[in-house]
């Protein structure tokens, strides 16, 4: 079993900044990938983004490109998601996952473990 939390969620004006983390522990698989997921109110949980754990390669939906970052520290089993020049429209419950390697990155599907989510607010 794994474990995944986020934390690092909260309010923001348009334009700032917020880190999220997240934090798995127990049992993972060598051929890791852990993705970022959110969702809006009324709408379907849409893909962020996502790393592979070994290799530290990354993706990206469109819309956060240029502006989103993520990383992975692995002495701390973290995955972090830096989110800049923040939009109203990025107003979401956002949740870490993690699955295996070799399924699509972008379908929440593919993950086997989820986070309970964190609340990201962009407001003036």
């Known amino acids: 079993q794994v474990q995944v939390v986020e934390s690092g969620g909260g309010l923001v004006q348009p334009g700032g900044s917020l880190r999220l983390s997240c934090a798995a522990s127990g049992r993972t698989f060598s051929s890791t990938i852990m993705g970022w997921f959110r969702q809006a109110p009324g709408k379907e949980r849409e893909p962020v983004s996502a790393i592979i754990w070994n290799s530290g390669t990354t993706f990206y939906t469109d819309s956060v490109k240029g502006r989103f970052t993520v990383s992975r520290d692995n002495a701390k089993n973290t995955v972090y998601l830096q989110m800049n020049s923040l939009r109203s429209e990025d107003t979401a419950v956002y949740y870490c996952?993690?699955?295996?390697?070799?399924?699509?990155?972008?379908?929440?599907?593919?993950?086997?473990?989820w986070g309970q989510g964190t609340q990201v607010t962009v407001s003036s």
């Open positions: 996952a993690v699955g295996r390697i070799g399924k699509p990155w972008i379908r929440p599907s593919s993950y086997d473990y």
